[in-house]
């Protein structure tokens, strides 16, 4: 990639102004990925019975535990590294992606055999371990896939994102969609997921063909993210077992029916968990400048970016107690009732989580990611005993509450490690009322 390439992108000190256009390509993506998500298990819902979605469930959970884990976390050290270096090292931005390709290539190739080896492990059936196997084999272009996309974020190139989540999300619903109506099992379903991975990254391949003719490996670059990636490739590993934990011990512990309404009922996590990705990937480019510049600028750009999330986050868990069972009803049918407190109690931990997804990049700016580390190792110690305790005997509710304790002690170190390391910023005030309000309106439905 050549200075004229780069110098093509948005200028760096112009990012923090391109916030709400950037966000508003990216939230376009979540929405697409949202709508995948959601009409993809009501259409299997509804027409598969209940034990056939607690497979796929089962398959899908380690699918998105080794999507999130084969990248290594290093998205957001892509994204700051490619800021910074436009405004004083743009000659070396092409070896630092080139090498940042190699690595990811041979990780996604890992977590292939390792993915292959957890879906044996975690069922005894025949078809999610065939399932499993299939979709193991799309770690190796999703890596490369990372890349393509922290360049095009760092570059402020978030329409090539939009449009190619925008395809692959549409192609991922209808072709799906298709082969459930006429009789085929989830193991064609994985298929069709693992082919439109291979479609997506030709199309970052073709975007980026000026720059693979000028490819150029550097050994001090990859000695550089060999260096990094044990910090953040410990904190998405953490992190993404922490999300997926529960669904495992429910398919190693509890019944296929319990890990479907924990299934059903978590499809709501995910547009919390697509927006708070695309949010926190956009405000990281500014932070990183800020941040250059002096913490005292960064503190109260962070607490502003963590209020909106928090604010919405607390809004809809207030209202889960009085609309779950009518929403769940309503989308999956009569049959997942009864997922309704799971529900609850996951719109709950959407509060606590918000607040880490911010934090965590505020975590990155400062050279701080150690402390995501700490606190999604803690997260998954939390998780994982809580789960072994709660799941045998409470199923999809203990799965939940196991997950609600992981994301608040999560919260809690890396909020208050921030608030002490950044002046300007602090959550404490906003965070006590968002506490108080949802307080309030348990208690009052408790009551009822």
């Known amino acids: 990639m050549n200075d004229t390439t780069i110098n093509k992108g948005v200028p760096p000190t112009a990012m923090p102004d391109k916030v ?37 469930t089962i398959v899908m959970a380690l699918y998105a535990m080794f999507v999130s884990i084969c990248s290594f976390g290093l998205m957001p050290f892509i994204v700051s590294e490619i800021s910074r270096r436009r405004e004083h090292e743009a ?48 770690m190796i272009p999703t890596g490369l896939i990372a890349v393509g996309e922290a360049t095009s974020i760092a570059l402020g190139r978030t329409r090539l994102i939009a449009f190619v989540t925008t395809l692959e999300n549409i192609l991922r619903t209808i072709i799906p969609i298709g082969l459930i109506w006429f009789g085929y099992d989830i193991s064609a379903v994985c298929v069709s997921f693992l082919a439109v991975r291979f479609v997506a990254l030709s199309i970052y391949l073709i975007a980026a063909r000026d720059q693979l003719s000028q490819f150029a ?16 490739a410990g904190t998405v590993i953490f992190a993404a077992v922490n999300w997926q934990v529960v669904i495992v011990l429910l398919g190693h512990y509890s019944t296929e029916i319990e890990s479907a309404k924990y299934g059903v009922a978590s499809r709501f996590l995910i547009p919390v968990a697509i927006l708070m990705a695309s949010y926190s990937s956009v405000i990281q480019p500014g932070l990183a400048q800020l941040a250059q510049n002096g913490m005292h600028q960064a503190g109260p750009y962070l607490s502003k970016m963590a209020r909106y999330p928090l604010a919405l986050a607390t809004v809809a868990a207030i209202l889960a107690p009085f609309l779950s069972k009518l ?11 009864d997922a309704a407190p799971t529900l ?11 607040m880490v997804m911010v934090a965590a990049r505020g975590l990155v700016a400062t050279g701080s990611q150690h402390i995501d580390l700490i606190a999604n190792a803690l997260g998954v110690i939390v998780c994982f005993s809580a789960g072994m305790i709660l799941i045998p005997q409470y ?54």
């Not at 492990?121 to 371990?129: A, E, H, R, Y």
């Not at 490996?217 to 910090?231: G, I």
């Not at 609850?344 to 918000?354: E, K």
């Not at 608040?408 to 950044?422: A, C, D, F, P």
């Open 20 to 56: 709400g256009r950037n966000f508003f390509w990216l939230v376009w993506s979540g929405i697409i990925s949202i709508a995948n998500s959601i009409l993809l298990w009501i259409f299997l819902a509804q027409t598969r019975d209940v034990a056939e979605v607690g497979k796929f």
């Open 91 to 138: 000659k070396t931005i092409a070896g630092f992606i080139s090498s940042a390709s190699v690595l990811l290539t041979i990780t996604g190739l890992v977590c292939a055999v390792l993915m292959t080896i957890s879906g044996v492990w975690t069922s005894g059936s025949p078809i999610v371990q065939i399932s499993t196997l299939i979709l193991s084999i799309a």
């Open 327 to 337: 929403v769940l009803t309503f989308f999956f049918g009569e049959n997942y009732a």
């Open 344 to 354: 609850q109690i996951l719109a709950l931990s959407t509060v606590p989580f918000c």
């Open 217 to 232: 490996f550097s050994r001090d670059e990859f000695r550089l993210l060999v260096k990094v990636a044990p910090t953040f």
């Open 395 to 448: 199923g999809a509710v203990g799965a939940a509450v196991a997950q609600f304790l992981s994301f608040l002690l999560m919260s809690l170190v890396e909020v208050g490690y921030l608030s002490r390391k950044i002046a300007g910023f602090n959550m404490w005030r906003v965070a006590s009322i968002s506490s108080a309000g949802l307080l309030l309106t348990y208690i009052f439905k408790w009551k009822e």
